[in-house]
């Protein structure tokens, strides 16, 4: 099944403990991308990937980084997390900039 | 960069009638304009997109419109049915894809 998987999806911690997110696709597309969630804002991006090795900010970069050493797996990694960064997080791919976008099912984090 | 509206926030009617979803944009160079719909607990999903050659788009039930003259595209859904419940999100994209803020639909029984 053509999917992007988002681990772990609940999350509670406490402020400056680092955190990973992992996201993966099994679709082997090119564009990645991580959004953040929040009520009244939207789906904001956060950063995104064009290709291996290639990652851009998006426009809430800030308290946030990125990789992507392979074509399947772009995580997010929140070095010192802070309470502001509570929020749900989702992870998407597609085959192209012009392409859908498929989301993960999202994780919910929440800083402490 | 692109700032995109959305409107109304929260839309509730009664099955079987239309709803219609309303978005504008700023930057006259977005030529892409997917609508997704996030049903409680999920990520969005596609639900429908128009790009700017195109000036409507339907499927079933739901149907795009894009008016680039103007900067709004809008969406329609006809007939509506309980499981139409969600949050819909309409966004814009020159390059990266902008988000409207979504909208709250209740369709009741």
């Known amino acids: 099944e053509a999917q992007v998987t988002q681990n772990p999806r609940y999350l509670i911690t406490v402020t400056g403990k680092k955190l990973t997110v992992t996201c993966s696709q099994n679709?082997?597309?090119?564009?990645m991308s991580w959004y953040r969630q929040d009520p009244g804002l939207g789906l904001r991006q956060i950063y995104y990937?064009?290709?291996?090795?290639?990652?851009d900010k998006g426009d809430v970069p800030e308290g946030y980084k990125v990789s992507r050493k392979e074509k399947r797996n772009f995580p997010l990694i929140l070095e010192s997390p802070s309470p502001n960064q509570t929020s749900l997080y989702f992870c998407?791919?597609?085959?192209?900039?012009?392409?859908?976008?498929?989301f993960g099912p999202g994780t919910r984090l929440t800083v402490t | 960069g692109e700032n995109v509206e959305q409107h109304p926030s929260t839309l509730s009617v009664q099955e079987g009638d239309s709803a219609v979803i309303k978005c504008t944009y700023s930057?006259?160079?977005?030529?892409?304009f997917p609508w997704y719909k996030q049903e409680l607990g999920k990520g969005p999903q596609l639900i429908i997109d128009?790009?700017?050659?195109?000036g409507e788009k339907k499927d079933q039930r739901i149907a795009v419109t894009l008016n680039k003259t103007a900067k709004h595209f809008s969406l329609h859904i006809t007939e509506t049915q309980p499981e139409d419940s969600a949050v819909y999100f309409c966004?814009?994209?020159?390059?990266?894809?902008?988000f409207g803020k979504g909208t709250s639909l209740l369709v009741t029984p």
């Open positions: 998407a791919s597609s085959s192209g900039v012009f392409s859908e976008q498929y």
């Open positions: 679709m082997n597309h090119e564009y």
């Open positions: 990937s064009m290709n291996v090795e290639v990652t």
């Open positions: 930057d006259s160079a977005s030529n892409y």
């Open positions: 128009i790009r700017s050659n195109v």
């Open positions: 966004a814009a994209r020159p390059y990266a894809l902008n």
